[in-house]
C-alpha cells in the first residue's frame, strides 16, 4: 500500500460484477434447496424507498387517482411505476415466489420509472424456469391479465392464472390459455378462485421484507443499489429456509450438500 486506506479502498474493492456473481450463484443455491418442490409461483412487485420521505403506496394511490381522471383523454394504459420529483426516490423490485415456502426466485430491479411491472415479467419468467424448472403455475392479479403475459407464460407449458378484468372477453386472438383460463374461471369460479388467491402470499412477502428491513436504500449509483436490493432478497431466502428447516423440513434439501458438488 502505498498510502492510506480509507472505507472507500474497501469499497472499491467489492467489484460490482463479482458481486453480482456470487449473490445470484447464493440466489440459485437457496432455490435448488428451498423451492426444489414448489410448483406454484406468485409474481409482484414493490418498491423500496431511497429516502424516507416517500412512501411507495401513497405514490400508487396517486397514479390510480391521475389514471383515472385521464382515462378519456388517453386509451393507451401505461404500467411505468409513479414518478415523483427529484434524482432519488424508489427503487423499483418485481419477483416471484414459491406460494408454500414463501422463497423468492425470480427477481428484477431497477430504478428506472420507465421500466414497469409487466415490462419486467419477461426476465421474471425467464429466471423463475431457470432456477425453478418444475413450475407448473404462475400466478398474478388483474394488471397481468392480458393476452401478451398469458402467451409468455404458455411458451414454458405453465398454466396462468391471472384475476380477470371487468371488460374481459373470450376471444383468444392466437393466444390459446388465454381463453382456457376464461373458460376455466366461469365453469367453476370457486375452484379457480381458491387457486388464484394464493397469489395473496407475495404480498406477504413484501411485509415479511419490509418489516424486517424498515430501512431506506443507502446506495445511490444504479449498480450499487441493485446489489443492495439483491442482497436484502437473500438475507429474506435464507431467513425463510431456517424456518422451513423447523416448519417444512420435507419441502427442502440440504444446502450444505449442493455446495459441496
Not at 423500496?48 to 416517500?54: E, G, N, S
Request: aromatic fraction near 8%; glycine fraction near 4%; charged fraction near 30%.
Amino acid at each position: 500500500m502505498s498510502s492510506e486506506i480509507s472505507y472507500k479502498t474497501i469499497e472499491r474493492g467489492y467489484d460490482p460484477g463479482r458481486s453480482k456473481k456470487l449473490l445470484d450463484e447464493v440466489l440459485k443455491i437457496m432455490n435448488d434447496s428451498g423451492n426444489s418442490m414448489e410448483k406454484i409461483f406468485s409474481t409482484d412487485g414493490t418498491g423500496d424507498p431511497d429516502t424516507m420521505k416517500v412512501n411507495y403506496e401513497s405514490k400508487r394511490s396517486q397514479q390510480r387517482i391521475e389514471k383515472e381522471k385521464n382515462k378519456n383523454k388517453d386509451k393507451m394504459e401505461s404500467d411505468a411505476f409513479p414518478h415523483t420529483k427529484g434524482k432519488h426516490d424508489f427503487q423499483y423490485s418485481s419477483f416471484s415466489v414459491g406460494v408454500h415456502t414463501k422463497m423468492i426466485a425470480g427477481l428484477y430491479t431497477t430504478d428506472d420509472h420507465s421500466i414497469g411491472e409487466l415490462s419486467m415479467f419477461p426476465d421474471i419468467m425467464a429466471h423463475t424456469v431457470d432456477l425453478c424448472p418444475q413450475i407448473e403455475v404462475m400466478l398474478g392479479d388483474a394488471l397481468y391479465s392480458n393476452r401478451k403475459i398469458c402467451s409468455i407464460v404458455e411458451e414454458y407449458g405453465i398454466t396462468p392464472y391471472f384475476l380477470p378484468k371487468t371488460n374481459a372477453t373470450f376471444r383468444s386472438k392466437g393466444v390459446a390459455s388465454w381463453k382456457t383460463m376464461l373458460y376455466s374461471f366461469v365453469d367453476d369460479t370457486q375452484s379457480w378462485l381458491e387457486q388464484y388467491h394464493m397469489r395473496s402470499i407475495s404480498e406477504s412477502v413484501n411485509s415479511m421484507i419490509k418489516r424486517k428491513m424498515p430501512v431506506k436504500i443507502r446506495k445511490k449509483l444504479p449498480q450499487r443499489k441493485q446489489t443492495e436490493e439483491t442482497l436484502k432478497i437473500n438475507m429474506h431466502n435464507l431467513r425463510q429456509y431456517s424456518y422451513l428447516k423447523r416448519t417444512n423440513p420435507e419441502m427442502i434439501k440440504d444446502y450444505r450438500g449442493l455446495c459441496s458438488k
